[in-house]
């Protein structure tokens, strides 16, 4: 399966972005998707993840109550929307796939890998 992201852009603290991932190939409804992001000098890290259905989400605790993660299997597109950025959400964010549970996302791990977007969040 192959993963296009797009949505990054530069955004002022407190503000809003939503970053959208399609695929194509594969059987996209049948796997749980998730995103994941990477700051300047520091290692790639789980941000939230979603069940095939869309009935289960899950998310790290940075940004748990700002970002919500979707999807639309008709569309085969997730998408992230984050709210209150703050200047730490900075990163190149990158849409994922697993042929396994979502919870195993939240490891850092992924099965499939799209290309990154970069989000720039400004004091």
């Known amino acids: 399966v192959q993963l296009q992201a797009s949505g990054g852009g530069l955004v002022q603290t407190g503000g809003s972005l939503g970053l959208s991932c399609t695929a194509s190939?594969?059987?996209?409804?049948?796997?749980?998707m998730g995103w994941f992001r990477q700051a300047p000098g520091k290692e790639r890290e789980f941000v939230a993840a979603?069940?095939?259905?869309?009935?289960?989400?899950y998310y790290s605790n940075s940004v748990k109550g700002r970002f919500t993660i979707s999807r639309d299997n008709a569309k085969r597109t997730v998408y992230l929307q984050m709210n209150n950025l703050k200047p730490e959400d900075t990163a190149v964010y990158y849409c994922?796939?697993?042929?396994?549970?979502?919870?195993?996302?939240?490891?850092?791990?992924?099965?499939?890998w799209g290309q990154g977007t970069l989000v720039t969040v400004s004091s």
């Open positions: 994922a796939a697993t042929i396994r549970t979502p919870d195993w996302m939240t490891s850092g791990s992924a099965d499939y």
């Open positions: 190939g594969g059987t996209f409804s049948v796997y749980p």
């Open positions: 979603i069940s095939w259905s869309g009935s289960s989400t």
